[in-house]
């Protein structure tokens, strides 16, 4: 099973980036997915969630009213559109299958992890 999240790199504070998660070998059609994030010298933490069909979402405080989570399931991609980033995103961020069908904030509820990209917000 492997996860893969791509799309980071550098942008200027209050500007837009999209990330993708393309999931590939099974298909995450039932089960919620997320976005989490972690930045230097700190634990990762939930970022964003979405139910297995995406009707259920939930995000940080954070990034609440900010960021996006959808999902298209027939092509197996998450994805997290990001709008006024700030300087304080700026992560490695990560998607993660759960095995639940909704959501959770709760790093342990999620099984299947990829590979992070990095995103950095410049001031």
Request: net charge positive; charged share 15%; proline share 2%.
């Amino acid at each position: 099973v492997q996860l893969q999240a791509f799309g980071g790199g550098l942008v200027q504070a209050g500007g837009s980036l999209r990330l993708s998660c393309a999931a590939s070998r099974r298909t995450f059609s039932n089960n919620a997915m997320g976005w989490f994030r972690q930045a230097p010298g700190k634990e990762r933490e939930f970022a964003a969630g979405s139910s297995w069909n995406g009707g259920v979402t939930n995000y940080a405080d954070a990034v609440k009213g900010r960021f996006t989570i959808s999902r298209d399931n027939a092509k197996n991609t998450l994805y997290l559109q990001m709008n006024s980033r700030q300087p304080e995103d700026t992560a490695v961020y990560s998607c993660a299958a759960s095995v639940y069908s909704v959501p959770g904030r709760n790093l342990a509820l999620y099984r299947y992890w990829g590979q992070g990209t990095q995103v950095t917000v410049s001031s």
